[in-house]
């Protein structure tokens, strides 16, 4: 990959987005991630008004720590870099406290986790509303269009999405060109969702490395009878949550009334 050429087609893209849609910049939800990091640090190259919001919900410090170190960096770097802190775990709590009970705690606990992802959204459309600018999307390819690991109306509800072209370690070899803070390279990747240490892999069951190659498999017309050994468990997990999470990836289905029954 041309990295600098793709840094630099990217910025462009996203400047001539905004300026012809008569926007002021773009609001970003900053996780201490390394997805987030780099779309951020995408948006703040075009010189536009950059919003960055910072939104635990039980956060892990960690998490929190990198978030902010990022947002520190992002400022003394770049123009035109603003950061707004907002705590959602009493907005969460309250909401979790007004829902019916449950008699199993855990059967609910993907429930809520998604729930913390379109509490961010709202967030974040809350602040572009009201500044004027659009809401950049932080996934990447695999992540979009192969098994659609994100929260559909969460992280999944964005304006635009400078990166879903670009595989997992794609975005690794951009980070590392643009000088993101080593501890984000470095740390494993979450979707912080849960309020612990767990990462996708864990999730998962797959690196994204892993995951790249399946997905390219799948894409070249193989089938999970081509493998064996750790490749046929890959290929399998692959195809298993590309296969739910269909429904991410493709418009709202319409039911399209006959013209006879008009």
Partial sequence: MQVEKVVDYIVNWLKDYATNAGINGFVI??????DSAVTSTLCAKTGLSLLCLEMPIHQAPSQVSRALNHIDWLKANFDK???T??????VFDSLVASLPPVENEEERF???ANTRARLRMTSLYYFAALNKLLVAGTGNKVEDFGVGFYTKYGDGGVDLSPIADLLKTEVYEIAKFLGINQEIIDAAPTDGLWGDDRTDEDQIGASYPELEWAMKMDDDGKTIDDFSGRQKEV?????????ANKHKMIPIPICEIPNNLK
Avoid: D
């Fill in 29 to 34: 939800g900053v996780s201490g991630g390394i």
């Fill in 235 to 243: 290929f399998k997990i692959y195809k298993s949550y590309n296969s």
């Fill in 85 to 90: 802190q907002i705590n959602l775990t009493p």
């Fill in 81 to 83: 870099v603003e950061m």
């Fill in 110 to 112: 993907m429930s809520l």
